[in-house]
């Protein structure tokens, strides 16, 4: 087994983590030693890759269910005799709920064994909801004290769901390598989310890669649309329809995990649906076509928006420019659009370039298509403000100043800028996007579309 210098790193990172937590101060509340270990995972985490999809459905409300196919770790991140930090719920808390809603959230762990010390110490110092693992009972441990501890993780979930915070929580009850995951789920975090009024938000997280080195892999995490079992049919804890119900959400997650194991970084899965979109477009004359990255992706309301245009949405995640740039041939075989309107850039900050070369591809990719369609207009939006971005905020600008000076200068290119209506003063305004920050809710779309209206 090689073991390269970013897995020392992070074993490293990982060993800090359960020190700085076993070793905090006694007077220090389990609060705020989760906030120690919380932090110091977000800063092991910094050294590897990974990766996290579908921010965009993340619910308003913190006080929600988040299930997760539970992963093993790799034996060569073990932090001290044995014991293993779990890095997927570690990495679900620290850089998900944390980072989204200012709260790790709680978590459930089973009873330490009698021999697992350090285990104890650390678990007993972040005070989690404690339960008994079926292969993890003491030696003659009481049959009537195992069901009676579990039966109490119904009143101590509950109570943190009422009180704002959310839980995480694996259906499985054990791990498992990606390629075999998920286990079969257990029924009762089912149960206590059918039985409860209101019925909370369940939230599935799909993992992947946990189980490998970082070095080997990228650590993946893909966020599903929330549901609530009320949604399923379930309104009642003791239905007999529950069983199908999760047996039928365990399939659904094994496709899931399987995709996105097989899914590699690029974009093909993305653009195959979009070759389908034009194929199954019926008239492609005055077409106005909208590309870009996730933000003309979840533009979903483009017929509802403009019911006079001929609306065709070939936005994809996550695309850079280049990406932009490398699919236009392969997605742009019709003839001539009418408008072509892009949104653009945004995503190419994180590449750490500077403002002119980020212009200097958008110019390019805007000539290319030119070049092709010499009777099209082309509209370029400006990049959005977002709290994801509020450190690059002026570059962000810096782009935005620069397409609206070489839009005057262009004949066919037209660029609309509504940068400042999504902003309070000198602040971003939360009323126009969703949790993740990023990504323009209901409100947004309503600002994007009056400021693109009068030019379709």
């Given at each position: 087994?090689?073991?390269?210098?970013?897995?020392?790193?992070?074993?490293?990172?990982?060993?800090?983590?359960?020190?700085?937590?076993?070793?905090?101060?006694?007077?220090?509340?389990?609060?705020?030693?989760?906030?120690?270990?919380?932090?110091?995972?977000?800063?092991?985490?910094?050294?590897?890759?990974?990766?996290?999809?579908?921010?965009?459905?993340?619910?308003?409300?913190?006080?929600?269910?988040?299930?997760?196919?539970?992963?093993?770790?790799?034996?060569?991140?073990?932090?001290?005799?044995?014991?293993?930090?779990?890095?997927?719920?570690?990495?679900?808390?620290?850089?998900?709920?944390?980072?989204?809603?200012?709260?790790?959230?709680?978590?459930?762990?089973?009873?330490?064994?009698?021999?697992?010390?350090?285990?104890?110490?650390?678990?007993?110092?972040?005070?989690?909801?404690?339960?008994?693992?079926?292969?993890?009972?003491?030696?003659?441990?009481?049959?009537?004290?195992?069901r009676s501890a579990n039966n109490a993780f119904y009143t101590a979930a509950i109570k943190h769901l009422r009180?704002?915070?959310?839980?995480?929580?694996?259906?499985?009850?054990?791990?498992?390598?990606?390629?075999?995951s998920p286990g079969i789920f257990r029924y009762g975090i089912f149960r206590l989310a059918s039985c409860m009024?209101?019925?909370?938000?369940?939230?599935?997280?799909?993992?992947?890669?946990?189980?490998?080195?970082?070095?080997?892999?990228?650590?993946?995490?893909?966020?599903?649309?929330?549901?609530?079992?009320?949604?399923?049919?379930?309104?009642?804890?003791?239905?007999?329809?529950?069983?199908?119900?999760?047996?039928?959400?365990?399939?659904?997650?094994?496709?899931?995990?399987?995709?996105?194991?097989?899914?590699?970084?690029?974009?093909?899965?993305?653009?195959?649906?979009?070759?389908?979109?034009?194929?199954?477009?019926?008239?492609?004359?005055?077409?106005?076509?909208?590309?870009?990255?996730?933000?003309?992706?979840?533009?979903?309301?483009?017929?509802?928006?403009?019911?006079?245009?001929?609306?065709?949405?070939?936005?994809?995640?996550?695309?850079?420019?280049?990406?932009?740039?490398?699919?236009?041939?392969?997605?742009?075989?019709?003839?001539?659009?009418?408008?072509?309107?892009?949104?653009?850039?945004?995503?190419?900050?994180?590449?750490?370039?500077?403002?002119?070369?980020?212009?200097?591809?958008?110019?390019?990719?805007?000539?290319?298509?030119?070049?092709?369609?010499?009777?099209?207009?082309?509209?370029?939006?400006?990049?959005?403000?977002?709290?994801?971005?509020?450190?690059?905020?002026?570059?962000?600008?810096?782009?935005?100043?620069?397409?609206?000076?070489?839009?005057?200068?262009?004949?066919?290119?037209?660029?609309?800028?509504?940068?400042?209506?999504?902003?309070?003063?000198?602040?971003?305004?939360?009323?126009?996007?969703?949790?993740?920050?990023?990504?323009?809710?209901?409100?947004?779309?309503?600002?994007?579309?009056?400021?693109?209206?009068?030019?379709?």
């Open positions: 087994m090689e073991i390269k210098e970013r897995d020392k790193q992070f074993l490293s990172a990982l060993k800090h983590v359960y020190q700085s937590v076993c070793n905090a101060s006694p007077s220090l509340s389990p609060t705020a030693a989760r906030r120690i270990c919380t932090d110091c995972i977000r800063e092991a985490f910094s050294i590897t890759n990974f990766q996290i999809k579908g921010s965009e459905h993340l619910p308003y409300q913190k006080n929600s269910i988040f299930i997760y196919n539970h992963l093993n770790n790799h034996p060569y991140y073990t932090e001290d005799e044995g014991f293993q930090i779990t890095l997927d719920s570690h990495f679900i808390s620290s850089m998900i709920l944390d980072k989204y809603y200012k709260d790790p959230g709680i978590r459930v762990v089973r009873h330490s064994l009698p021999e697992e010390k350090n285990h104890m110490a650390y678990y007993e110092r972040l005070k989690y909801i404690r339960v008994y693992a079926k292969n993890f009972l003491p030696h003659g441990q009481d049959s009537n004290e195992v009180q704002g915070s959310g839980l995480v929580f694996s259906p499985e009850g054990d791990s498992y390598k990606t390629s075999d009024d209101p019925q909370p938000l369940i939230v599935p997280l799909v993992l992947a890669n946990f189980d490998n080195l970082a070095s080997k892999d990228t650590f993946k995490c893909e966020i599903k649309p929330p549901f609530r079992m009320s949604d399923m049919g379930i309104t009642d804890k003791n239905d007999p329809e529950l069983p199908k119900v999760v047996s039928r959400l365990n399939q659904q997650y094994k496709k899931w995990v399987s995709v996105l194991l097989a899914e590699q970084n690029g974009y093909e899965a993305e653009i195959k649906q979009l070759e389908k979109r034009i194929k199954d477009k019926t008239t492609i004359k005055n077409l106005v076509v909208f590309y870009g990255s996730s933000t003309i992706r979840l533009w979903t309301s483009l017929e509802k928006d403009f019911p006079g245009v001929n609306s065709l949405n070939l936005g994809f995640g996550g695309a850079y420019i280049n990406s932009l740039s490398h699919h236009f041939e392969r997605l742009f075989t019709f003839e001539s659009p009418k408008v072509v309107v892009l949104y653009l850039g945004g995503n190419d900050l994180s590449l750490g370039w500077a403002v002119v070369k980020i212009v200097d591809k958008i110019k390019t990719l805007i000539e290319k298509i030119h070049r092709k369609f010499p009777t099209t207009t082309i509209i370029n939006l400006s990049i959005k403000p977002s709290f994801e971005r509020v450190d690059q905020m002026e570059k962000i600008l810096g782009i935005n100043s620069a397409m609206a000076v070489l839009a005057k200068k262009t004949t066919f290119l037209k660029q609309i800028d509504f940068f400042d209506a999504l902003m309070q003063g000198k602040f971003v305004n939360p009323y126009f996007f969703l949790q993740d920050g990023l990504h323009l809710n209901k409100h947004g779309y309503k600002v994007l579309k009056n400021h693109l209206k009068p030019f379709l």
